[in-house]
């Protein structure tokens, strides 16, 4: 198996230490150099300073690297978006022909449930696109949440998509989806959707208890943990929506598709906001690192 775990993340795994994972495409398509690299090792120190083994993945030369160090994480910034992002169906290409490839969602809970990791902290996860009853436009990340055993913390899916739709796909794969310190599903950008999420956990042992009772019951997939933005950090929804429909209607001019849909329209809020998302985008995934790791910890400890 095209894996190497990092000696630290496969001790810490063996002893039954939490264990976070985090991805690789915030580094190489997320933000600019070094912004970037400076980025993945504060959240790696935040995982850390709550008592957490981060473990960002990525491919190097076609091997899957569970634990990438700090060199490899410079050396991702540097190369930046000439790394492909690669989902689930770009893996085994990748690997086989020895490529660089950034993970996704999908890709880093495959690669982190190969490893024996159950947490993933990100910012936010891929789902419904807007308009997608006529492109068909659906994040791969939902169909991992469904059959893939990895817990992932996050702002909410991202803003840009189709939320209500989101969480109908969500529903019907049988993926959990949890509220931390809130009853509405976070929208990214802001704390606010106005939509429902199944449950409402407030402490790290009461998200714990959740994930632990999914396992024990063989119930394969994902859990779904969401954790809302600060207050401080939040941006006004009806205000990033404005940025967010100019955004896509400028994509839509371009003919933008697919998976290049993404980067697209985070660069164009980014710019739109002067760059505002951006920060509050940094600033939400040190929040959720911090939130992983505490119910990582919960989880070990019980």
Known sequence: ????????????????????????????????????????????????????????????????????????????????????????????????????????????????????????????????????????????????????????????????LDLPKTLEVLETKGVPVLGYGTDELPAFYSRESGLKVDSRVDTPEEAAAIIKMKRELGLDGGVLITNPISKEESLPADEINVVIESALLEMEMLGIKGKDCTPFLLAKIADLTGGDSLAANIKLVFNNAAVGTEIAKAYFAQ
């Open 1 to 160: 198996m095209n894996i190497k775990i990092n000696p630290e993340v496969q001790e810490a795994i063996k002893e039954g230490r939490p264990v976070v994972a985090l991805e690789s495409t915030i580094i190489s398509h997320g933000m600019p150099y070094p912004q970037n690299v400076e980025t993945a090792l504060q959240v790696e120190k935040i995982v850390r300073e709550h008592g957490g083994i981060p473990a960002t993945i990525g491919i190097i030369d076609g091997i899957g690297i569970v634990g990438m160090t700090s060199d490899e994480i410079e050396a991702f910034g540097k190369k930046g978006q000439e790394i492909p992002k690669v989902s689930r169906r770009d893996l085994a290409t990748i690997m086989a022909t020895g490529s660089w490839g950034a993970t996704t969602v999908a890709t880093t809970m495959i690669l982190a449930n190969l490893a024996g990791v159950e947490f993933f902290v990100t910012g936010g996860i891929g789902g419904v696109h807007r308009g997608a009853e006529l492109t068909f436009d659906v994040s791969a990340d939902l169909e991992e949440l469904a059959r893939t055993n990895v817990t992932v913390i996050c702002a909410g899916a991202k803003a840009i």
